[in-house]
């Protein structure tokens, strides 16, 4: 006669029914949420991944949905990779670059509710190990900002797996593959645009090179960022400009041309490794258009702004060039003489170079890229001959007065000397503040 299971078998065996229950389960949602996924593709880019033709006049963007929000707990199963993106955007209607301002839109928030509606983000923000290789400020411009996070790939073949969020796929791997910057650009607004991408390794971070944990990969660090800044010329001595600027090159303590940030920043020692002044081929009413070019491995909060409004100085001959190396020499000049840092407007992000990243485009992502461009450059040249009717035809001037006698002149400000103007605390007193309040 056979006995008879006890309770505790009994329990057991219920117990590992359950278990088969709930695997087989998980299966069968992973096999729904790819099949999800695979309709939710043809829906977006048609059955031939290029998108399909709208009705009407109703441009291809518009057929996205407009709901952005899902829950991206049903893509943790679907394949991933660790991919670069390198973004333009220009800065006007921003509020910096990171999307922990107090203040929208920002270029980052924008990215991020484009990574949504395409169904491209796996996990959350903090999953997909998102990083960015600089965060530019309120009206800054770039063409060529990096950023670098875990998105959504179409192959299928694993090369690692990490945790249960998701196959990764092999850096090497490019057939098949997504078109992230068609993708993205379709629902991008017309003020940003992805220019490239670059599969990236997973330990890649694109701030410094470095992963989450920093543990250093040189092979990864961020080699340069290069700045740009246009001006008019308006009778500044660019000879004098040229001479204070090559003072900046080398390894300088910056601490007096830049915002000090004393509770999160304490090395005020950066490199720069390149200065030039360079006259463009745009010139308006006689007067031409200026850069300044500005490269270096890192720069402080507002470093590039600063350093150009003291150069401002001396262009007007109201500082010497010398007045650069007072200010470097910050055992002698301990505390920062107050000044306004030059307008963030015409400051660009030009470039983040790094190893081994080598960012490509689709012939059709770049043709519709390049499109985009042009009629956004017709755009503002449109917008600038408007302007330049409405001063053709405003209020004359007097017969003894021309326009460009009007520019040159200007009312001059008194000039107080940088050395003889109030300080600002410094790092010691702003550190010394802090640990009373602390």
């Given at each position: 006669m056979a006995t008879q299971p006890s309770d505790a078998e009994l329990i057991a065996g219920l117990q590992a029914r359950v278990k088969e229950l709930e695997s087989e389960n998980a299966k069968l949602l992973s096999q729904l949420d790819v099949c999800r996924s695979h309709e939710m593709e043809k829906k977006l880019h048609g059955p031939d991944g290029k998108g399909r033709e709208c009705k009407g006049n109703m441009k291809s963007e518009d057929k996205i949905e407009k709901n952005t929000g899902y829950d991206t707990r049903f893509m943790s199963h679907h394949s991933k990779r660790y991919v670069a993106l390198k973004v333009m955007y220009f800065g006007k209607r921003f509020y910096g670059f990171a999307s922990e301002a107090q203040m929208q839109p920002t270029v980052e928030s924008e990215l991020f509710k484009a990574f949504e509606k395409t169904r491209l983000l796996v996990g959350d923000k903090k999953e997909s190990q998102y990083s960015r290789c600089g965060r530019t400020d309120k009206g800054v411009s770039s063409v060529g900002q990096v950023i670098a996070l875990f998105l959504r790939s179409n192959l299928k073949i694993s090369a690692i797996n990490i945790g249960n969020s998701g196959e990764v796929v092999s850096d090497e791997k490019l057939e098949g593959e997504i078109d992230y910057v068609r993708v993205l650009n379709r629902v991008l607004p017309n003020d940003i645009r992805i220019l490239g991408w670059c599969p990236a390794p997973v330990d890649f971070h694109a701030s410094n090179g470095f992963i989450i944990i920093h543990v250093c990969f040189d092979r990864f660090s961020c080699l340069s960022r290069e700045y740009k800044y246009f001006f008019w010329n308006e009778k500044l001595n660019i000879p004098a400009m040229e001479s204070a600027g090559n003072k900046l090159v080398g390894e300088h303590d910056f601490r007096n041309f830049c915002k000090m940030d004393a509770a999160n920043v304490h090395n005020y020692r950066r490199h720069i490794t390149l200065f030039e002044i360079s006259p463009t081929d745009v010139r308006y009413n006689g007067n031409q258009l200026w850069v300044i070019k500005i490269r270096g491995s890192a720069f402080l909060w507002h470093q590039v702004r600063c350093m150009v409004s003291v150069l401002f100085m001396v262009g007007k001959s109201l500082e010497s060039p010398n007045v650069i190396d007072v200010l470097?020499?910050?055992?002698?000049?301990?505390?920062?003489?107050?000044?306004?840092?030059?307008?963030?407007?015409?400051?660009?992000?030009?470039?983040?170079?790094?190893?081994?990243?080598?960012?490509?485009?689709?012939?059709?992502?770049?043709?519709?890229?390049?499109?985009?461009?042009?009629?956004?450059?017709?755009?503002?040249?449109?917008?600038?001959?408007?302007?330049?009717?409405?001063?053709?035809?405003?209020?004359?001037?007097?017969?003894?007065?021309?326009?460009?006698?009007?520019?040159g002149s200007k009312k001059k400000v008194s000039h107080v000397p940088l050395m003889s103007r109030p300080t600002e605390p410094s790092y010691e007193e702003r550190r010394a503040k802090l640990n009373i309040v602390g």
């Open positions: 470097l020499d910050t055992t002698r000049i301990l505390r920062k003489p107050q000044y306004i840092m030059a307008s963030e407007v015409p400051l660009v992000l030009q470039s983040c170079e790094f190893d081994d990243i080598k960012f490509m485009c689709s012939s059709d992502a770049g043709y519709a890229l390049q499109s985009h461009l042009v009629n956004e450059c017709q755009i503002y040249q449109l917008q600038a001959t408007i302007f330049h009717e409405a001063l053709l035809n405003c209020v004359p001037l007097s017969n003894d007065q021309s326009l460009l006698s009007f520019q």
